[in-house]
């Protein structure tokens, strides 16, 4: 699955990388998309997509048909449930949908049913961003590891946070700079099932890998 920035849909590939088909398309309706960022896929094929500017995020069925959204469309918020431009998605091992509510400096989590779990970056998690352990400035990516802790990419800090599935920090590594061990600008994470850590890190043009031991793991 691919998200097209520009075209406002989603590209489907078969594990070969033949393209199987598209889902969406331009507008702010159910199914529609304006500006797609990180999608995650559910055990059953369901799709969860960050819709960027119309600043909500979807779930729709494998074949496109919609399912539910989270937000109100086409509105930025702080309150929960409520985002300002979401950049990423990701799924818990127990179906646990975390969103990286972007502008707002935060991360949200939400219920296989729907439901919304709670909210954590900065204080009240409302918007204020900011340098210390478990702030933002800007949330950009996201990945869940199989114990369920969650890496976000923290962008202006030039650096990757690790947090327990209900938000409490754990760690956080990279920093800015050009060593081996510096991140500038990290804009997505990801997570292998050994538990090393890749990392796009945006103004190095490069990516870096983590071991487990280095991100406290």
Sequence with gaps: MSGRYGADDIFVFGLGGVPLRTVGGAGSWPDEFKAPRGGAVAANGDLYVADFYNHRVQCLRPDGTFVRLWGTTGKVGIGAGAFNYPTDVALGPKGTLYVADGYNDRIQAFGVDGR?????????????????????????????????????????????????????????FGDKGEGPERLTYAMGVAVAADGSVFVTDFGNHRITKWRPGKTGG
């Design 116 to 172: 919304f779990l709670g909210k954590w970056g900065g204080p009240f998690a409302a918007n204020i961003w900011g340098p210390f352990r478990g702030w933002f400035v800007t949330v950009t990516g996201l990945a869940v590891d199989g114990a369920g802790n969650v890496f976000a990419a923290d962008f202006y800090n030039h650096r990757v946070q690790k947090f327990s599935p209900d938000g409490a920090f754990l760690t956080a």
